[in-house]
């Protein structure tokens, strides 16, 4: 968190003619919060273990992603969390699937975040975690993602060609490009100073930003069991964006939880509830 203020500052001071590599570092730096007693708690009772991902992008070199699990059933939940978090941001829901029987609950510290080591993450990353831990680990049967999660876990399961029982998107990110936009401008750069971050963006992975939307990328089946669930207030990921992702994919099950935001949603009684019984029901 140190070093994000620090970039704060620093872009802060340089509006009228920011540093291109600062404006890169401030999009791919994600925070980290220290976890609390009682999700260290949680982490002391789980099984732990690693998978590996080549970043191609940032160090050019495998990245150790460290994971955690509670149980041991047979099915499988995955969890996969949101930018500048981490796996035990899950903690009320974790506490609540291990109430169903024979399940196995999975969740990951991205590369960057909480306790696996990256300087620099990206949504392909995360993905690229999704991946590595259904192919060397286990595929999930519930895939659940939170925000940047939910984008990411969408882009794995196209890419792996998987298909599993239920998927589950909280408050997910559905333009990747106007995120950007928000934190640029929380930090007052211009429009033609975003504009030289977005031509060096699209030299560097090589693709351009607005390529990563949601409404565009989105080719899983019909069939799939997908609930997705928001907040229509949002200011991270607005409603307007989903909304147009919804009218195009209505085979998607939504539902509001009104007055909760984009992070607190994952605390959620009422949506914890409902995804315990969705998946109770599911391996009945």
């Not at 969390?81 to 990951?108: N, P």
């Not at 990328?217 to 964006?241: G, K, M, V």
Request: net charge negative; with cysteine.
């Amino acid at each position: 968190m140190k070093r994000l203020k620090q970039l704060i500052g620093d872009l802060k001071q340089q509006q009228n003619n920011p540093d291109a590599a600062l404006m890169r570092e401030f999009i791919f730096y994600s925070p980290k919060m220290p976890l609390r007693l009682y999700q260290e708690q949680l982490i002391a009772a789980a099984t732990q273990f690693s998978v590996k991902v080549f970043d191609t992008y940032f160090t050019k070199g495998e990245l150790n992603i460290n994971c955690f699990s509670w149980g041991s059933g047979k099915h499988k939940v995955l969890l996969t969390h949101g930018w500048a978090s981490k796996a035990l941001d899950f903690y009320e829901l974790i506490v609540a699937l291990q109430q169903i029987e024979d399940l196995e609950i999975i969740a990951f510290d991205a590369p960057g975040n909480g306790s696996s080591v990256s300087e620099f993450s990206n949504l392909m990353l995360y993905a690229d975690s999704v991946k590595a831990i259904a192919l060397n680990y286990s595929a999930p049967d519930v895939l659940i993602g939170h925000s940047l999660g939910g984008m990411a876990n969408v882009i794995a399961l196209q890419e792996l060609g998987l298909s599993p029982q239920l998927l589950i998107s909280i408050a997910p990110l559905i333009r990747l490009k106007e995120n950007f936009e928000q934190s640029l401008d929380s930090v007052n750069i211009s429009a033609k100073d975003q504009d030289i971050f977005f031509d060096n963006f699209a030299k560097e992975f090589p693709v351009q930003a607005s390529y990563f939307n949601l409404v565009n990328l989105y080719q899983l089946s019909t069939e799939l069991n997908h609930f997705l669930a928001f907040d229509p207030e949002d200011h991270i990921s607005p409603y307007p964006y989903l909304r147009e992702f919804l009218d195009k994919n209505p085979a998607v099950n939504a539902k509001s939880f009104e007055g909760v935001g984009h992070y607190k949603i994952l605390k959620s009684s009422d949506l914890v509830q409902d995804i315990q019984f969705k998946i109770a029901a599911l391996f009945k």
